[in-house]
């Protein structure tokens, strides 16, 4: 079992690692908590360190007015880490964060690539581990506006009334942060040693432009209309739920239109521009449903007979959702990735809903992970 910590944890990329290693088995990845103060306790960072057989250094601060202040921050991280492990006498595999831009004339890239050189004299000197990861431009669901990438400001601003402008539309290498992810775990768990750096190859190129107009898509499609679009392609999926990821869960539960004639009624639940699977489910009173998350999938719930309570929980967070729907006027409710979900029939009847995802169920990949919501 290998001990892993994570410099950075609470942070973009961080959470997505920290989150991702908690899909894997306990008896092969054990995470170690970290907290942003440790870098301000020389003991506390000292036994932490120690308690790691490999760390994943994330931690690093992208954006600010001053670009010194930018440099000094991200070498002066790597020092602090550096002379834990020299207090300790510690070698843990050490995974640095680096980035592309260490291939650009600016203090953020500088301090990625002065960062590096200092890890790689540490490991030379102390016979400790170096593996340096140089990143492309990152997106996913959850990324902080007008800090961690455009998509992320995009995704924002169309999700809450504002208008996105592109100011240069550039080429752009793009890597979601599901794969990225999935990188650094092959790299803890390999068995590399010594001193190594891989660039991370990127996916995807794309203009600024030409995501925006993905984006502006989805939101007529979906915000708009209720209608998920065609995800048929990786890009488009990851895109389509990096930007769910930003819509307000005051959004849902969202009605159906009901026609009513002599006959009876008639209610459209889904409209796709992609594949799916079907399913419906019959519910007992007081009977609960679900408690699990996905990474990856789209998931619709639509409940048209009876009474339900959906909950949703981002995983490694305390909020808890809550959505009433009542069969009498049909609504749905859709599943966002990393929440644990469930439903729970509160009425006297059985519960009837409609399940609605956007692949069939695979055994030997369900992307179904059980965590309780409450």
């Known amino acids: 079992m290998k001990r892993v910590g ?4 609470a942070g973009f990329i961080g959470q997505h690692l920290f ?11 054990s995470r170690v908590l970290f907290e942003r103060a440790m870098f301000e306790d020389a003991d506390r960072l000292a036994t932490w360190v120690a308690s790691c057989d490999v760390i994943v250094h994330i931690a690093a601060m992208n954006r600010h007015e001053d670009p010194q202040v930018i440099y000094d921050t991200n070498v002066g991280l790597v020092k602090k880490l550096i002379a834990a492990c020299e207090a300790t006498a510690s070698k843990p595999k050490i995974i640095f964060s680096s980035s592309t831009q260490e291939e650009q004339d600016n203090l953020y890239g500088q301090s990625k690539k002065d960062g590096r050189e200092l890890l790689e004299q540490w490991a030379a000197s102390s016979g400790g581990s170096l593996t340096s990861l140089l990143i492309p431009n990152v997106f996913g669901p959850f990324g902080k506006p007008f800090y961690n990438s455009f998509v992320a400001t ?6 809450n009334g504002g208008t ?3 100011h240069q ?5 793009l890597i979601y942060v599901n794969d990225l992810v999935a990188h650094f775990f092959e790299h803890i768990t390999n068995g590399e040693s010594g001193v190594n750096f891989h660039k991370i ?4 190129q794309q203009s600024v432009r030409q995501v925006l107009k993905k984006l502006e898509g989805f939101k007529t499609a979906y915000v708009e209309n209720g209608q998920v679009p065609d995800i048929s392609q990786a890009f488009d999926k990851d895109l389509f739920n990096t930007f769910t990821s930003y819509i307000p869960k005051d959004y849902f539960p969202r009605k159906f239109v009901k026609h009513t004639d ?7 639940i889904m409209r796709a521009g992609t594949s799916g699977q079907s399913s419906y489910s019959t519910t007992v009173p007081g009977i609960t449903r679900g408690n699990h998350y996905h990474t990856r999938k789209v998931e619709r719930f639509a409940v048209i007979s009876g009474k339900a309570c959906i909950k949703l929980r981002k995983v490694n967070t305390d909020k808890v959702y809550e959505f009433y729907l009542d069969g009498n006027e049909p609504a749905y409710v859709d599943m966002p990735i990393w ?3 469930n439903i729970t029939n509160i009425g006297d009847d059985e519960l009837i809903t409609l399940f609605w995802i956007n692949e069939p169920y695979d055994p030997e990949d369900p992307d179904t992970y059980f965590e309780s919501v409450d």
């Open 6 to 9: 994570i410099t950075g944890q």
């Open 19 to 29: 989150n991702y290693l908690g899909t894997k088995d306990e008896q092969q990845i």
């Open 154 to 159: 995009f995704c924002h601003l169309l999700s």
């Open 164 to 166: 996105p402008e592109v």
């Open 169 to 173: 539309d550039a080429e752009v290498s």
């Open 201 to 204: 190859p990127a996916p995807v």
């Open 262 to 268: 002599n006959r009876g009624a008639f209610v459209e």
């Open 339 to 341: 929440y644990t979900h």
